[in-house]
C-alpha cells in the first residue's frame, strides 16, 4: 500500500535450527508510530537486526518506501532514510555528549565517520554545520545544558536520549527504536513517550519494540504481536489490549487493560 513506509513479506529466520522467524510479515505506516510486542525470545529484535541488515533473513523479502533492500548493507540504511538504536546504548566514552551526536551524522560529511572517531578534521565548515545540528537536536530531546558532558557524567535516562537524538541526526524518515524506555523510572518513562509523540509530529515514522505496556499503550497507533517467531495478532492498543490470545500468550491476566 502506498501509506506503508515498511512492508516486510514471509520473513523466515533460523540460527542453528532454530527458528527465530516464521514467515512473518507485516506493515508500518508512514508517519506512525508502529509497536512490535511479544514475550522474551519472541524474534523482535531479529526482526530490526533483519530490517537493518545487520542479519541476512533465510527467506522473505524487505520493502522501505516501495524499494526492495533485501541486499542492502547495514551502512546504506541511514542515506536511504532508516536509523536505530539498540537495547544496549552504544556510545563513545572518550567523547563528549555534542560529539557523540555528530558522530550520528557523518552521512551528510564528505569525510568517513572514522574522522570523528579520531578527531581528525578536514573541513571546519563540515563541523560547524555538524555541529549545529548536533545542537538543534540535543535541544530537542531536553539535553542541550548537557552538550560539553562526559558520556560517564549522564545518568541511564539521559543516555537513552542521546541515542535518540543521535538518531535524529541522520535526518531519516524511519526511526527503529528497540526497548528506548529500558531501565528507565516512571517519570523518565513519561517523558520519552512525550518525546516520542513529538518526533512523530515533525513527520518521522517510529517503529518501536518495548516491554512497557503503558508506554505501548499510551503512544501507539498500532501494535504487531509476536510469539514464538510467528504473527499472532495485530491491532489498534484497546483491540490488543482485550484480544483473548494476546492475553494468553503475552500480557497475562495481571496486565489486562480494558
Known amino acids: 500500500m502506498a501509506d506503508n513506509i515498511l512492508i516486510a513479506k514471509n520473513i523466515s529466520k533460523s540460527f542453528g535450527g532454530i527458528h527465530a522467524l516464521k514467515n512473518f510479515s507485516f506493515s508500518v505506516k508512514k508517519n506512525s508510530i508502529t509497536a512490535l510486542i511479544g514475550p ?7 526482526v530490526f537486526n533483519i530490517i537493518s541488515r545487520i542479519y541476512q533473513q533465510d527467506s522473505g523479502e524487505i520493502f522501505f518506501q516501495n ?3 533485501t541486499n542492502f548493507a547495514p551502512h546504506q540504511l541511514p542515506q536511504l532514510g532508516i536509523s536505530r538504536t539498540f537495547q544496549n546504548i552504544v556510545l563513545f566514552p572518550n567523547m ?10 557523518h552521512i551528510y560529511g564528505s569525510s568517513s565517520i572514522f574522522k570523528y572517531l579520531f578527531a581528525v578534521f578536514s573541513s571546519k ?4 554545520l555538524l555541529f549545529k545540528r548536533a545542537m538543534n537536536n540535543l535541544e530537542f530531546v531536553g539535553l542541550q545544558k548537557l552538550a560539553y558532558s562526559e558520556i560517564s557524567e549522564l545518568t541511564f535516562g539521559q ?3 542521546a541515542e535518540i537524538a543521535r538518531c535524529l541526526m541522520s535526518d531519516s524518515e524511519l526511526l527503529l527504536l528497540d526497548e528506548p524506555a529500558a531501565g528507565l523510572n516512571p517519570k523518565e518513562t513519561e517523558d520519552l513517550a512525550r518525546l516520542l509523540l513529538e518526533i512523530k509530529k515533525i513527520g518521522k515514522t517510529i517503529f518501536i519494540v518495548e516491554h512497557d505496556m503503558n508506554l505501548v499503550m499510551t503512544i501507539s497507533e498500532k501494535i504487531i504481536v509476536l510469539n ?3 504473527f499472532l495478532a495485530k491491532g489498534t492498543p484497546s483491540e490488543i489490549s482485550t484480544n483473548p490470545q494476546v492475553i494468553a500468550s503475552y500480557l497475562g491476566d495481571d496486565q489486562y487493560i480494558g
Do not use: H, S, Y
Open 67 to 69: 524499494k526492495d533492500i
Open 96 to 105: 563528549n555528549l555534542v560529539e557523540n551526536i555528530m558522530v550520528g551524522g
Open 40 to 46: 522474551n525470545g519472541a524474534g523482535k529484535t531479529t
Open 228 to 230: 514464538f517467531g510467528e
Open 125 to 128: 565548515r563540515e563541523d560547524e
Open 159 to 161: 543516555l537513552r536520549l
